[in-house]
Each structure stands twice: as structure tokens, then as C-alpha cells.
């Protein structure tokens, strides 16, 4: 296991891809530390594009060994919630934003988690079937996702409506 993090740390130091690095790291089954914390905030991104349950998991593992005091909390708090919202796992992401956002201190992964906690809540699987389709005329479909909230072209003003002077 630890010729796993050796080989991680040595990929990651001479820029090797992502994936591969990522998949050592996962191999290693522990956290790697200081570096492991900075290099997984910096390719967050590209990991949690390519493989978001393994940059999940590898996010997941480094928070658990990093104090929420630490300056890498909120990068890795702020990268675990989105690649949470790649996985489809909506329910966890917001669960995880909310409860983030009363510890982060960095205004950056405070904006970023707030969206993604947004993202999660506007999620389709957290809506029923009708109010994604916004298809029922039921009194308990929100008007906002009713075809009524959208006029159609025919209906918009073909003057412009400013008060007269």
C-alpha cells in the first residue's frame, strides 16, 4: 500500500495524468497527506469529469484526515460536494453543502458550494414526475414549472412598454 502512495505522489510530481494518478492514490487506501490534499483540489475538476465516484471517494477519504481548520478543508469540502452532484448523488451533495457552508471560511468555495447546493435541490430526481414535465393542471403543481409561466412568442408586447413622458 505504500509503494501505491509512493507511485501517486511520484506520477503527481512529474504531471502524469489525472486518472492514473488518482487510481494510485484509491490504491493506496489512505490518505496521502499534504500533497495528496493540494493536488487533489487542483485536478478536482478534471477528475471529477472523467471518473466522479473515484474523485468522490478520494475527496471523501482526505477530509476525513483533514481538520475543518485546515486551509485545505474548503477546497476539498467545496471539490467532495460537486463531484457529489456528478455522481447523481443530489440528496448527499446538499446534505454535505449545508452542513459546509457554517464551517467554510474561504468566500470562493463558499460561493462555489452555495450553486452546487442550488444545483442539488433543482435537481430532477428531487422533483416529481409532473413538476419536471410541468405537464399537470393539478392546483398543487408549482406555477413556475406550469406552461402557463412561459407566454408564447404570440403574446409578447410588439412595442416597447415604456411610460409616456
Known amino acids: 500500500m505504500a509503494l501505491h502512495a509512493e507511485a501517486a505522489r511520484e506520477l503527481a510530481a512529474t504531471g502524469a495524468d489525472a486518472f492514473n494518478v488518482a487510481q494510485q492514490l484509491s490504491a493506496a487506501r489512505q490518505p496521502g497527506g499534504g500533497w495528496a490534499r493540494a493536488w487533489l483540489i487542483q485536478t478536482a475538476p478534471t477528475l471529477t469529469t472523467r471518473a466522479p465516484q473515484l474523485a468522490a471517494d478520494l475527496l471523501r477519504r482526505e477530509l476525513d484526515a483533514t481538520p475543518s481548520g485546515d486551509e485545505a478543508w474548503d477546497g476539498l469540502m467545496a471539490s467532495l460536494v460537486r463531484a457529489l452532484l456528478a455522481t447523481g448523488s443530489y440528496d448527499e451533495a446538499a446534505r454535505q453543502a449545508r452542513a459546509a457552508?457554517?464551517?467554510?471560511?474561504?468566500?470562493?468555495?463558499?460561493?462555489?458550494?452555495?450553486?452546487?447546493?442550488?444545483?442539488?435541490?433543482?435537481?430532477?430526481?428531487?422533483r416529481s414526475p409532473t413538476?419536471?414535465?410541468?405537464?399537470?393542471?393539478?392546483?398543487?403543481?408549482?406555477?413556475?414549472?406550469?406552461?402557463?409561466?412561459?407566454?408564447?412568442?404570440?403574446?409578447?408586447p410588439t412595442q416597447p412598454t415604456h411610460p409616456p413622458s
Open 101 to 126: 457552508l457554517s464551517a467554510m471560511t474561504d468566500l470562493t468555495r463558499r460561493a462555489e458550494t452555495c450553486w452546487v447546493l442550488a444545483r442539488a435541490w433543482l435537481s430532477p430526481s428531487r
Open 131 to 156: 413538476e419536471r414535465t410541468g405537464t399537470s393542471s393539478s392546483p398543487r403543481t408549482p406555477w413556475r414549472w406550469s406552461s402557463a409561466a412561459t407566454p408564447s412568442p404570440a403574446a409578447w
